[in-house]
């Protein structure tokens, strides 16, 4: 068995990792890698392996930097079972189509500034047709079904609670050449507890290998209580002053956890409060 690491290793974004056992090819994961367009482009363009040669691919959540290079694979050669929970699939149907929309026009607008250098023009690494053409490749599978995806591997996806449809991965591969059992833990994305919109992630079982991410493995995070009145007394501050609150957050989880949250504010009439006495004052 060997696992080779691409992405998402040392840094956060373009998360691959590639199982080889029995012969056979296992992506874990297929990210896109996000950031400057100079080093993007190359990056996300090629595969250091034959894309034709993976077998199956493995999917955590829908993030584009996580499911992202999906219809690159596909547009070079790869034709294999997309595994995911039904959730996710459903999400990456929009995401990866809003992908393909993204690399379309970025191309549109890099290739008007070449042609005024006289530079040839470049094509998207993928669009909207190829991101189509990915989900018919897509298997749902529901939380806590054990279902074999190659010959001597078995794949059951555990609740991760970071967006919707987030799972960690275990993987049962009993190896033929030595016969050994091994059991693989892939963590994802991993999100925390009192998320108000998700579920707490699930316990892991033993792992004889785990591939974790780390993003926030330096701090630990505060209660859900806590987070929330401190957005509430920012929200509070910032009218007091007649400012303007500007929250930058990922699109998918996180700006639905704060619309939520801002929503809980207001059914406890916090703001209503707030700005009755702050009124009174201005008056």
């Given amino acids: 068995m060997r696992i080779t690491f691409d992405g998402a290793a040392g840094e956060v974004t373009g998360s691959m ?11 874990l994961d297929c990210g896109l890698y996000q950031g400057r367009r100079a080093d993007t482009y190359e990056r996300n363009l090629n595969f ?19 499911t992202g ?15 995911c929970t039904a959730a996710t699939r459903n999400l990456s ?8 929309y993204i690399q379309e026009k970025d191309v549109e607008y890099l290739n008007r500034r070449r042609a005024r250098r006289g530079e040839p023009p470049v094509a998207p690494i993928y669009t909207r047709d190829d991101a189509r053409d990915t989900l018919p490749l897509f298997v749902s ?16 996806f555990r609740n991760a609670g970071h967006i919707l449809g ?34 707490s992630p699930a316990a892991a079982r033993e792992a004889d290998l785990l591939i ?34 500007i929250i930058p957050s990922f699109a998918v989880g996180r700006t639905q956890e704060i619309v939520f949250a801002l929503n809980q504010l207001d059914a406890r009439g916090i703001f209503r409060r707030s700005l009755c006495l702050w009124t009174a004052r201005w008056r």
């Avoid at 149907?93 to 393909?100: E, R, V």
């Avoid at 050449?177 to 998320?195: A, T």
């Avoid at 926030?216 to 859900?224: D, K, P, S, T």
Wanted: hydrophobic letters at 40%; glycine letters at 10%; charged letters at 25%.
């Fill in 17 to 27: 990792h590639l199982l080889e056992v029995n012969g056979q090819r296992i992506l």
């Fill in 48 to 66: 250091p392996w034959e894309p034709a040669s993976i077998d199956c691919v493995v999917l955590s959540h829908a993030h584009i930097d996580h």
């Fill in 166 to 199: 987030s799972a960690f991965v275990e993987l049962e591969i009993e190896e033929f050449s030595s016969g050994k059992r091994r059991r693989l833990v892939f963590s994802g994305d991993l999100g925390r507890d009192e998320i108000a919109l998700l579920r």
């Fill in 69 to 83: 290079k999906l219809p690159n694979l596909v547009k070079q050669g790869f034709g294999g079972n997309v595994w």
């Fill in 212 to 245: 974790m991410e780390s993003t926030y493995g330096a701090r630990l995070h505060g209660r859900y209580e806590t987070a929330l009145r401190r957005l509430r007394e920012v929200v509070c501050e910032t009218a007091r002053r007649r400012g303007k609150v």
């Fill in 141 to 156: 599978v529901g939380e806590g079904r054990p279902v074999p995806i190659a010959n001597g591997v078995t794949l059951t």
């Fill in 93 to 100: 149907a929009y995401m990866l189509m809003d992908s393909g």
